[in-house]
């Protein structure tokens, strides 16, 4: 079965600084999909990034980069320029062959004014 | 386009009784996912419904059950309610399982059952 871990359960940061979050995960699978999700306290979760295990390159998505290293097992998520609508927790996703996506335990990140 | 709709939004119930929470996928989805969301914790996947029939399901115990409608729509059943059922119940949706696995899934705001 797939696990994913985040090993950081809270985390800060100044606004307009860079945070990253990290995320382990473990499967014997070759093909599957990685997502990041942002929970804020609104509970709407909401995709923040993807990233498809077959492409090298690191996804991007304006201020949200993945760093997706697949023989480590490691998909982490770094915030350039972090605001203050960014506060939210933060959780980490597989997806594979069975379709169901597992998750995290999460990452409860504070952007500091 | 209108979302990943839960209902109701807030829901109490006396231990021992059932909860039937609904889920209406976006247009176009076909398959359906529930978890559960403990306070404080990360999500915990329930069942997976596609096209009407379940398709996997978590560690959970048979009281938790539920159903896919014809109209994709979904119902999720807690039978026997205990105290530690308290949670927040994410549905989600996405197209069919499989055919487009890059996709990601859209979430609806959560049902959030208390049991007393």
């Known amino acids: 079965a797939q696990t994913v871990t985040q090993s950081q359960p809270e985390m800060s940061v100044q606004e307009a600084e860079t945070v990253t979050l990290s995320c382990t995960y473990d499967t014997s699978e070759n093909n599957y999909y990685l997502f990041w999700y942002k929970q804020p306290p609104s509970r709407q979760m909401i995709l923040v990034i993807r990233?498809?295990?077959?492409?090298?390159q690191n996804a991007t998505e304006n201020r949200f980069s993945v760093n997706f290293q697949k023989a480590a097992k490691s998909f982490s998520l770094k915030i350039s320029d972090s605001q203050l609508g960014d506060t939210a927790m933060y959780f980490c996703a597989f997806k594979g062959n069975n379709n169901d996506m597992r998750f995290g335990a999460g990452t409860r990140l504070t952007v500091k004014p | 386009e209108a979302g990943v709709t839960q209902s109701p939004t807030h829901l109490i119930k006396t231990r021992g009784q059932q909860a039937t929470l609904r889920c209406s996928p976006i247009s176009g989805h076909t398959s359906v996912y529930w978890y559960q969301q403990a306070l404080g914790l990360g999500l915990q996947f329930l069942l997976w419904?596609?096209?009407?029939?379940?398709?996997n399901r978590g560690n959970f115990p048979p009281r938790f059950s539920g159903r896919q409608f014809p109209n994709y729509s979904s119902e999720l059943n807690v039978n026997a309610l205990e105290l530690e059922d308290s949670a927040l119940y994410l549905c989600a949706s996405s197209f069919k399982g499989g055919s487009t696995a890059n996709y990601g899934y859209t979430f609806g705001s959560g049902t959030r059952l208390t049991v007393v």
């Open positions: 419904y596609d096209e009407g029939e379940e398709r």
């Open positions: 990233q498809e295990a077959y492409k090298q």
